[in-house]
């Protein structure tokens, strides 16, 4: 199977919208494809070993779309950082939990980065040492934020560079959401 994530951020500029939120909804997010393949039989790099989703109730107000008569207008709070902090700890705890995993049974966090802040709240939330989510904080420096695509270019730098044992692909979305799948390498 091939799994294609194609977002066209650049489509949501709205050319009859001066306000700060469009102008800097613009600037943080960028055009971006990637695309994986994914097989049934045994092979590959890794295997997805758990997958799980968390979605917080009242957060429609953080992240979105407001969709209106001229178009799609972002939703983006500067809440998002200190959210990310206080809550994808407990949440990915909780996926990983349903599955039978622990945080230790984690070797590698493979994240969609979000943005700088966002970066450094996802190393506090997940007890890393600063610097540790690179990866993430380079595909930045590279290619800024192209929404869904972006935690794909994270995973190709951690396959370039050795999957561990188990990592845990984790993003964040609209609603709010957290999204966690759990790759084990195949020996």
């Not at 650049?10 to 055009?31: C, E, H, M």
């Not at 997805?48 to 001229?70: F, I, K, R, S, Y």
Request: glycine share 10%.
């Amino acid at each position: 199977m091939l799994l294609v994530t194609v977002e066209l951020c650049s489509l949501a500029f709205r050319l009859d919208d001066a306000s700060k939120a469009n102008i800097v909804a613009t600037a943080l997010f960028g055009d971006g494809a990637a695309a994986c393949v994914m097989r049934c039989d045994a092979g590959g790099l890794a295997e997805v070993e758990l997958t799980g989703e968390h979605l917080w109730p009242n957060t429609l107000d953080l992240m979105g779309w407001d969709v209106g008569a001229q178009g799609l207008g972002v939703i983006f709070a500067q809440e998002i950082p200190p959210f990310a902090e206080r809550n994808m700890g407990p949440a990915i705890t909780g996926i990983l939990d349903r599955g039978g995993l622990a945080i230790s049974d984690i070797d590698q966090y493979i994240c969609h980065p979000g943005g700088a802040k966002v970066v450094t709240a996802l190393e506090r939330a997940l007890d890393l040492e600063r610097g540790t989510l690179k990866h993430e904080r380079d595909v930045l420096s590279d290619f800024g934020n192209m929404s869904a695509p972006t935690v794909l270019f994270v995973l190709e730098r951690a396959l370039q560079a050795g999957l561990p044992r188990r990592a845990a692909l984790t993003a964040m979305g609209p609603g709010f959401t957290a999204s966690c799948a759990v790759l084990k390498a195949v020996a």
